[in-house]
């Protein structure tokens, strides 16, 4: 693809920096359209980029197979993909993406070119380098997720009211101690969102309803759209 090409599709982009993204790249396990599964934007059409590669290993994880394999692309490859779905939204994912540097510069060139841009992330890696545009995702591992260690509290400095904080809910026991967190790091004050979902097949969705409002908790409840529709399929 040409450099004027580029610049056809992305008016927004300077030749210097699409030369800089000609010479980044970063490994993709899949790019492709749907529908937002969670998250505060549930149910609206988003491109996913799902990057390669995680440190961790949560026993819930639906996407497993993006751990290993993918394929090097450049930054402005990725930008041409998810330019043919004339998206508003665009959730760069995992894997954990922030385990490729690149990732960085992947979100900002989203940002550049005009998209709603979210990031998916587990938390376990320093987000203050994430650029200001983007809406953060972040997990808080639950005791049940097998990786609570990894959290990294820190991260909760660099939250934005924008962003969104998300918890997996494996049992009782998760959902109380996620109600604790809540409670003690006051992080219905710190986001736009608190997210609870229930982890797909461990916990009854209506009684993880119930437990929000007897408590009155300050969250968003959601089941993870993606599953009831196409059954964890990958790329979809």
Known sequence: ??????????????????????????????????LQGESNTSGRPTVFVRLTGCPLRCHY????????????MS????????????????????????????????????????????LETSGAIALDEVDARVVKVMDLKTPGSGESHRNLWDNLATLKPSDQIKFVICSREDYDWARLKIDERQLA???????????????????LGEWIVADNLPVRYQLQLHKLLWDDSPGR
């Not at 982009?13 to 749907?34: D, P, R």
């Not at 998810?82 to 954990?96: D, I, N, Q, W």
């Open 189 to 207: 004050e710190r986001v736009d969102d608190v997210l609870m979902s229930p982890s797909y097949g461990q916990v009854d969705e209506r009684a």
């Open 61 to 72: 994880c639906d996407s497993e197979y993006a751990f290993y394999g993918g394929e090097r």
């Open 75 to 118: 930054l402005d490859a990725v930008l041409a993909q998810v330019a043919s779905f004339k998206p508003r939204y665009v959730c760069v994912t995992g894997g954990e993406p922030l385990a490729q540097r690149a990732c960085l510069e992947l979100l900002s060139a989203l940002c550049d070119v005009g998209y709603n841009v979210s």
């Open 1 to 34: 693809m040409s450099h004027s090409h580029l610049e056809y599709q992305f008016p927004a982009l300077g030749a210097k920096q699409i030369t800089f993204m000609n010479a980044v790249t970063v490994k993709i396990t899949e790019i492709f359209y749907s």
